[in-house]
């Protein structure tokens, strides 16, 4: 059974300073992992998706992620903060990349960057 | 191009009613996603309709159930509302069945509360 876990509820950074949002999974299979980011009433973005190809994936917003499988895990980093970047990242993973619908969802962890 | 469109963008039903959630995809995509972010419990995914057919369904009781119609549109139907179905509802849609995570695109929700 697959299954994400973010290992922070709330990360707070000051603008221009890195932020670092960790996440790690459990899969039966080759997994495909994503990164979702979810600003207040909007919709779920894609920032970057991982599918088995090169295990460092760059995303929008000067957002990238590295895929270790030794540690299971695909941690969220982004050299320097901007206010904008202020909302809710969600990493997600999926067998079959995702083709079946089933996405299972981290619980989220809110990003705060002060000024 | 107009995004993946929900209405209503707010629900307010009365334990034991029945609502009726409605999603309209991206202009060509024909899969519809629904998934719940409740509080607490995280995103979880509903259902997945792909050309008219419910194709994949998550761990949700039978009084969770939808449609899809010719037009691609989707609409989901809560019966016997219990106060833990307040939720954000999310839909999402893709260009083709099997296309993956990396081509949903998320609308802004309806935010259902049951009282």
Same mark, same amino acid.
């Given at each position: 059974?697959?299954?994400? %876990? ?21 899969? !039966? ?42 540690? %299971? ?6 050299? !320097? ?30 990003? !705060?960057?002060?000024? | ?25 991206? #202009? ?35 009084? @969770?159930?939808?449609?899809? @119609? ?15 179905? #307040? ?5 999402? #849609? ?11 695109? @998320? ?9």
């Amino acid at each position: 059974a697959q299954s994400v %876990t973010q290992l922070d509820s709330h990360v707070s950074v000051s603008e221009g300073t890195p932020v670092l949002l960790r996440c790690n999974y459990s899969s !039966s299979y080759s997994p495909s992992l994503f990164w979702y980011v979810q600003h207040p009433n909007k919709g779920l973005q894609l920032l970057l998706k991982y599918t088995s190809a090169a295990t460092l994936v760059k995303g929008i917003n000067g957002f990238e992620a590295e895929f270790k499988k030794s540690e %299971t895990s695909f941690h969220l980093t982004k050299p !320097s903060a901007h206010m904008s970047d202020a909302a809710e990242y969600f990493c997600v993973v999926s067998d079959y990349g995702g083709s079946q619908g089933n996405l299972i969802f981290g619980k989220g962890t809110k990003l !705060s960057v002060k000024p | 191009e107009a995004g993946v469109t929900q209405s209503p963008t707010h629900l307010i039903k009365t334990r034991g009613q029945q609502a009726t959630l409605r999603c309209s995809p991206i #202009s060509g995509h024909t899969s519809v996603y629904w998934y719940q972010q409740a509080l607490g419990l995280g995103l979880q995914f509903l259902l997945w309709y792909d050309e008219g057919e419910e194709r994949n369904r998550g761990n949700f009781p039978p009084r @969770f159930s939808g449609r899809q @119609f010719p037009n691609y549109s989707s609409e989901l139907n809560v019966n016997a509302l219990e106060l833990e179905d #307040s939720a954000l509802y999310l839909c999402a #849609s893709s260009l083709f069945r099997g296309q993956g995570a990396g081509g949903y695109t @998320f609308g802004s929700g309806t935010r259902l509360t049951v009282v």
